[in-house]
């Protein structure tokens, strides 16, 4: 890797690309526990992205009868067939209750346990 130093900070940087090091910000480097943190805060966003998504287009696919009386849901899923079947406003505090507690626990899981919950709940829905 080719680097010069910065002349204020002494501080080596890279001149060119080609490290399988990751550079944040300003002259930071991060070891291989911090990458996948560094990937897994990210992959988190992604995550609720998708939920939010589907949580979207579940409700796009309701009938007009639902609107008017929510005991019309279409839904193949007992739970939420359940939920929906009470209105919109419990199903969007469930939905919020469920993204905010995944979201929690892609948070506090320790690196690769984390990793797999994130894909597999972002894969599931």
């Given at each position: 890797m ?12 890279p ?7 990751i ?6 480097r991060?070891?291989?526990?911090s ?12 995550m ?35 939920v929906?079947?009470h209105?919109?406003?419990p ?10 507690g995944?979201f929690?626990?892609a ?5 690769r ?13």
């Amino acid at each position: 890797m080719i680097a010069r130093r910065d002349a204020k900070t002494n501080v080596r940087t890279p001149v060119h690309g080609g490290t399988l090091n990751i550079y944040v910000g300003k002259h930071v480097r991060m070891n291989a526990e911090s990458k996948m943190y560094f990937y897994i805060r990210r992959l988190r966003w992604l995550m609720v992205a998708v939920f939010l998504v589907g949580i979207s287009v579940q409700l796009a696919g309701q009938p007009e009868a639902f609107w008017k009386d929510p005991r019309a849901v279409v839904e193949g899923k007992p739970s939420v067939r359940f939920v929906l079947s009470h209105g919109v406003m419990p199903y969007v505090l469930c939905c919020a209750a469920y993204i905010g507690g995944a979201f929690w626990l892609a948070s506090r899981l320790p690196g690769r346990a984390a990793q797999v919950f994130v894909v597999g709940m972002t894969l599931v829905h």
